[in-house]
């Protein structure tokens, strides 16, 4: 099969189709004839050589993808309301960007009803990385308000939609006036432009002085300390991405008096059983948004296989809004 291959660490050009032996599914397992690939920041980092594969996981490259089940046990996928033939979506710990792929049954879900399957590879990895950390971990309510910075993202543009959906004021931060208004219109109640606004006094502005309730943070070094300032009482800030730095200073006062939670996570090394519970939790609570169309997958560019250097190429640019996908028709 064809597959995309980072041939050593560096720029997009690293990047090189290549061949490999088609995976055949173990227990557990299923195997999906690829259609499409979702694109990641882990992939950037893994291409840079500063995100190490899990063990066990395959150096190919991508986190999502989405096609047709065509290998598997008949036994376990009935089990799991799946036959061979199925559109599905699914979230892997790597083997992405490649013509076939293995991913655990328990992290598959079927492609929502209307979507093709370029929107659907580009759901799992952000969808189940936002309910996790906003949801679970940031344990976001009805009628709380959040602050998501970094809101034209692929984790961005879903967390907008989906605190919304569940109800919360959203406050979202963008790099520019037009990165600002695609928040808007996806949803959020107001969008703060950090490089002309400093977001700790917007954000004072906007809640009154009272501060947010969670905040949804891919930055962390200097902007935590801002963000702890920017939390109520009872507040919860959740780091799910160091792009600003690992290294932090902060009022650990204010966490004290304020009885603030300072949290987060990564997904790719998470047990299958983990993740498993997300994928329920995904398809009872936020697939049939998705079917309805009260959310929807926001892709920015698709681009053929052969061209993956140009699509991580532009996600370094951070100039998209929403998600960059690879097909496989061409390859």
């Known amino acids: 099969m064809k597959a995309i291959e980072i041939t050593s660490p560096g720029a997009p050009d690293v990047l090189r189709l290549g061949e490999r032996?088609?995976?055949?599914?173990?227990?557990?397992?299923?195997?999906?004839?690829?259609?499409?690939?979702?694109?990641?920041?882990?992939?950037?980092?893994?291409?840079l050589g500063l995100y190490p594969v899990p063990p066990g996981a395959s150096d190919i490259p991508g986190l999502e993808v989405a096609g047709v089940i065509d290998q598997g046990d008949a036994q376990e996928l009935a089990a799991a309301g799946m036959?061979?033939?199925?559109?599905?979506?699914?979230?892997?710990?790597?083997g992405g960007y490649a013509q076939w792929c293995v991913a655990p049954i328990a992290q598959c879900l079927p492609v929502p009803a209307g979507l093709s399957d370029?929107?659907?590879?580009?759901?799992?990895?952000?969808?189940?990385?936002?309910?996790?950390?906003?949801?679970?971990?940031?344990?976001?309510?009805s009628g709380e308000t959040v602050l998501i910075q970094g809101g034209t993202s692929g984790i961005g543009v879903t967390a907008?939609?989906?605190?919304?959906?569940?109800?919360?004021?959203?406050?979202?931060?963008?790099?520019?006036?037009?990165?600002?208004?695609?928040?808007?219109?996806?949803?959020?109640?107001?969008?703060?432009?950090?490089?002309?606004?400093?977001?700790?006094?917007e954000v004072a502005r906007l809640t009154d002085g009272q501060g947010v309730d969670v905040i949804l943070d891919m930055v962390a070094g200097s902007y935590v300390a801002k963000e702890v300032q920017s939390l109520r009482e009872d507040g919860r800030l959740v780091i799910i991405a160091v792009q600003g730095g690992s290294k932090s200073e902060f009022n650990a006062g204010l966490v004290l008096r304020r009885r603030l939670t300072v949290t987060g996570s990564t997904l790719r090394p998470r047990p299958v059983a983990f993740k498993a519970a997300i994928a329920q939790a995904c398809l009872k609570s936020v697939w049939p948004l998705l079917v309805s169309g009260q959310i929807k997958p926001v892709i920015h560019s698709v681009f053929d296989a052969v061209d993956a250097a140009r699509a991580h190429?532009?996600?370094?640019?951070?100039?998209?809004?929403?998600?960059?996908?690879?097909t496989w028709e061409k390859a």
């Open 21 to 47: 032996p088609v995976p055949l599914a173990g227990p557990g397992e299923l195997r999906i004839r690829v259609s499409a690939s979702g694109i990641n920041r882990p992939d950037v980092l893994q291409r």
């Open 83 to 94: 036959q061979l033939g199925d559109r599905v979506c699914a979230l892997v710990a790597g």
């Open 118 to 141: 370029v929107q659907a590879a580009s759901l799992p990895e952000t969808f189940f990385t936002v309910w996790s950390n906003l949801m679970d971990r940031g344990g976001l309510a």
């Open 160 to 201: 907008i939609q989906l605190a919304k959906a569940f109800g919360a004021r959203v406050l979202a931060t963008a790099g520019s006036d037009e990165k600002c208004a695609a928040c808007l219109a996806l949803g959020a109640d107001a969008a703060i432009n950090y490089k002309t606004h400093d977001f700790q006094t």
């Open 313 to 326: 190429a532009l996600m370094e640019t951070n100039q998209h809004v929403g998600k960059i996908v690879l």
